[in-house]
């Protein structure tokens, strides 16, 4: 396992739609557990294969809160299947946007189909910060950030700073 770069905003590849992938074989569960590495080390609860450059439908999530016992889940080619009326309220972050964090409301709990690391064609019902995170996954597999549901004034202002900070650090690079 070896730990991958994770693209921050502004970069054009977060903005793409991902592909599906047509089979489960060692050279994606070798990303699989790069991508897994990579968002334990941030640290992070969810990573999208996109956030590592690579355009595939692919996520690694593990939301569990104690960090002795690891609850990893892979999910290939995931579809939301049908989500609830009712909405909830959730502070996210996004290892793409660092430093910025905004109350995102989307549906509270949400059905998925998913294919998992062995191949095999699973479904989930998730609700709480589970749901919240497969939907704020399965965004970046459509090119979707969270700063997206902001006002267009609020999105502006945290692109900005991001693409100022990039200018620093090549700065310190020079
Ligand atoms: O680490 C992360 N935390 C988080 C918190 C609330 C809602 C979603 C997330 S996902 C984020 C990691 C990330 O950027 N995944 O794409
Ligand atoms: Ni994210």
Do not use: W
Request: glycine share 4%.
């Amino acid at each position: 396992m070896s730990q991958r770069k994770i693209v921050v905003e502004p970069d054009p590849i977060l903005r793409k739609k991902s592909e599906f992938l047509e089979k489960v074989d060692d050279e994606l569960r070798r990303l699989l557990d790069d991508m897994l590495e990579t968002m334990y080390s941030a640290p992070g609860i969810g990573l999208a294969a996109v956030q590592v450059g690579v355009l595939k439908r692919a996520i690694v999530i593990d939301v569990s809160k104690d960090k002795e016992k690891k609850n990893p889940f892979f999910l290939i080619n995931p579809e939301i299947i049908s989500t609830s009326k009712n909405t909830s309220i959730h502070e996210e972050g996004c290892l793409s946007l660092p430093g910025y964090f905004a109350e995102i409301e989307r549906p509270s709990e949400c059905q998925v189909k998913y294919i998992d690391y062995h191949g095999k064609k699973k479904e989930i019902k998730a609700n709480g910060l589970l749901s919240t995170c497969i939907q704020h996954e399965i965004d970046h597999l459509n090119g979707v950030l969270f700063i997206d549901y902001l006002s267009k004034l609020k999105r502006d202002m945290i692109v900005k700073k991001l693409v100022k900070q990039k200018k620093e650090l090549d700065k310190v690079v020079l």
